[in-house]
């Protein structure tokens, strides 16, 4: 396994980049922001990030993409629809995926695509549900069902694969994202006179965020790798580790982050929260326990 990224993917990754930092919400506040939002979902359809997989991205290309839309909190539909894009490639309509008995990324969506074991089925999208996640809405599943076709034992378990790696580089990006701002409050914050990063409590935190940062991107780089390179069972696998490592790294970080932040971190103002809720809610999507990481291997 090379894990450089090609002059391709390196650019890929920063035109993320930069219309997560363009038009995702630079505060709670602009969560609300509906002309920021139409136009970030003007640009997302726009460049296609939605059907990566039909026009020939691999698992690397979607993680990266995936990763920098969480790191800047991008609250458009994008995960859920790039699956289901992998599920169903190039079909018309405005597709995401259900799990869980929900729709999930759905915002924008009309249509899920349902797995029943291997049976491939598609629904309505129904009315908006409650979520903890502020960047993405879930919906209702309509009750109407249509069978749409049949997945192989290896097309299912690297479709698996995907969605586990997908998730995990949702909640690499955001522990990236809210590990940059509790940086950028350190060198700011002052207390006795001095910015609370000069202080070793607090930077020994940041550090120890950071060495489970690039933990986490080690294992995602491999899982993400392994989607297109590897046997499925063998992908699969490799995506378990890394959502169990990752999940439970992230959900530190945003710990770290808030306690960094001191007072104002507990506050509805604060983004570290908003940082926490997408963890918690990708941590559950495709859920992965330590127990699941060698289950289906002979």
């Given amino acids: 396994m090379d894990v450089r990224l090609t002059s391709e993917q390196r650019q890929l990754r920063d035109a993320a980049a930069r219309l997560a930092d363009e038009l995702g919400p630079g505060s709670v506040a602009e969560l609300d922001d509906v002309n920021r939002r139409q136009r970030l979902e003007k640009a997302v359809d726009a460049a296609g990030w939605r059907s990566l997989r039909s026009d020939g991205a691999s698992g690397v290309e979607v993680a990266l993409v995936a990763e920098e839309f969480a790191r800047g909190l991008v609250d458009v539909a994008f995960l859920g629809p790039v699956l289901a894009d992998d599920l169903h490639r190039a079909a018309e309509g405005r597709w995401t995926i259900g799990a869980d008995g929900r729709a999930v990324d759905a915002d924008g969506r009309d249509r899920v695509l349902l797995l029943d074991d291997r049976r491939l089925c598609a629904a309505a999208v129904g009315a908006r549900l409650p979520g903890a996640d502020l960047t993405r809405r879930s919906a209702e599943i309509g009750t ?144 992965t326990r330590l127990e699941d990481i060698d289950r289906g291997l002979s």
Wanted: proline share 3%.
């Fill in 144 to 287: 109407a069902t249509e069978l749409l076709g049949e997945l192989s034992p290896e097309q299912l378990t690297r479709w698996q694969a995907l969605a586990v790696t997908t998730t995990t580089a949702d909640l690499l990006g955001a522990a990236r994202g809210t590990h940059r701002l509790a940086v950028e409050y350190a060198k700011v914050r002052t207390q006795y006179g001095y910015p609370i990063g000069t202080y070793q409590a607090v930077a020994h935190l940041l550090a120890e965020s950071l060495a489970l940062i690039e933990g986490s991107i080690s294992v995602l780089r491999y899982a993400a790798w392994s989607v297109d390179e590897l046997p499925p069972a063998e992908a699969l696998r490799a995506a378990r580790i890394a959502k169990v490592y990752t999940a439970r790294a992230a959900r530190t970080v945003c710990e770290t982050s808030i306690q960094v932040h001191g007072g104002i971190g507990n506050t509805w103002e604060c983004l570290a929260h908003v940082y926490l809720r997408r963890v918690l809610t990708s941590t559950e999507l495709f859920a």
